[in-house]
Structure formats: C-alpha cells, structure tokens
Nanobody
Framework: VQLQASGGGLVQPGGSLRLSCAAS????????MSWHRQAPGKQRELVAT???????NYADSVKGRFSVSRDNVVNTVFLQMNSLKFEDTAVYYC????????????WGQGTLVTVSS
C-alpha cells in the first residue's frame, strides 16, 4: 500500500499549487480521501475531504481557495490551492479511510508547501 504525495514547493503569496496523491495497493475507489496539513509547531489539521460520490468538505480557513478532486481511473486525489497565504505553509498529507468518519487506514509521506515572498 502506498500514498505518494507530490506537487509541493515554494510559491509567493497569491500564487497557486496543485498537489497530487497517487494511491496503489488498495481499492482506491472504495476509500474516502482527505488532505491534512501540519505547520511548524502546530498540530495536524484536516484541510479537505472527498467522498466516494465526490462530495467535498473544507476547513473554514481554505474554503473558496482550495478544491479537492479525485480520479478513480488513475487512483489519484488532487488538491488545487489558489490564493495561497503565508499561513498555508505546512507539510501536506493525504490519507485514506474505508469507513466514513472512521479511523484513517493509510497516510502518505507528505509534501512541503512553503508560501513566502
């Protein structure tokens, strides 16, 4: 089982990034997917979720700026991040769980997003 996150990098405030998380080794289409982030010195927080039916939810801090999507053909979940702010700087992780609102079964390794001028 593997969740391979990619797409992080250095971006200026107001810029955009698109994160990807490629899944393998499990039935991706049957899993609820989510993105989380952890900023330096802070706890990990939930950023966005997407259900099997592609319903989405977002943390208040990213609503209107971030968009989560999934492609069950290539077993990948995406996070489009627009209008990035300094406070979006964090390591971003993807996660998968088989049961809605249940424990997370799998975690990716994280990709670093740095918003800086």
């Amino acid at each position: 089982v593997q969740l391979q996150a990619s797409g992080g990098g250095l971006v200026q405030p107001g810029g955009s990034l698109r994160l990807s998380c490629a899944a393998s080794g499990f039935a991706f289409r049957n899993y609820y997917m989510s993105w989380h982030r952890q900023a330096p010195g802070k706890q990990r927080e939930l950023v966005a979720t997407i259900t099997l039916g592609r319903n989405t939810n977002y943390a208040d801090s990213v609503k209107g700026r971030f968009s989560v999507s999934r492609d069950n053909v290539v077993n990948t979940v995406f996070l489009q991040m627009n209008s990035l702010k300094f406070e979006d700087t964090a390591v971003y992780y993807c996660a998968a769980r088989r049961i809605h609102y249940g424990p997370y079964d799998y975690w990716g390794q994280g990709t670093l997003v740095t918003v800086s001028s």
